[in-house]
């Protein structure tokens, strides 16, 4: 079992940044790669990016590419997502993911955080 908490969430204006943040607890293995999702009111959730923890190895949505930068802390098990440039279009419940490999992460197959609600404000 993992376990998986967010944190940094909140309400910025359009243009502004966010950092959020999700540390991991529980079997190593089954965390070694991690990522984020999010999901809109009325909307699927999508995958935003991913990140192996021994590699360093990134994966991106197109839509955030060169705004969003996903990081990891691999001796606390923890990972990162700076947020800049924030949209009104990137409000959304952010979740944190994780599995054994990228592959399953981006495939939206392993462990999940609650949510942290991002809100940017036009």
């Known amino acids: 079992q993992v376990q998986l908490v967010e944190s940094g969430g909140g309400l910025v204006q359009a243009g502004g940044s966010l950092r959020l943040t999700c540390a991991a607890s529980?079997?190593?293995?089954?965390?070694?790669?991690m990522g984020w999702f999010r999901q809109a009111p009325g909307k699927e959730r999508e995958f935003v990016a991913a990140?192996?923890?021994?590699?360093?190895?990134?994966s991106y949505a197109d839509s955030v590419k060169g705004r969003f930068t996903i990081s990891r802390d691999s001796a606390k098990k923890t990972v990162y997502l700076q947020m800049n440039s924030l949209k009104p279009e990137d409000t959304a419940v952010y979740y944190c993911?994780?599995?054994?490999?990228?592959?399953?992460?981006?495939?939206?197959?392993?462990?999940w955080g609650q949510g942290t609600q991002v809100t940017v404000s036009s």
């Open positions: 993911a994780a599995d054994r490999n990228i592959d399953r992460v981006t495939a939206a197959l392993g462990y």
């Open positions: 990140i192996v923890q021994s590699s360093g190895l990134t």
């Open positions: 529980g079997r190593t293995f089954s965390s070694e790669a």
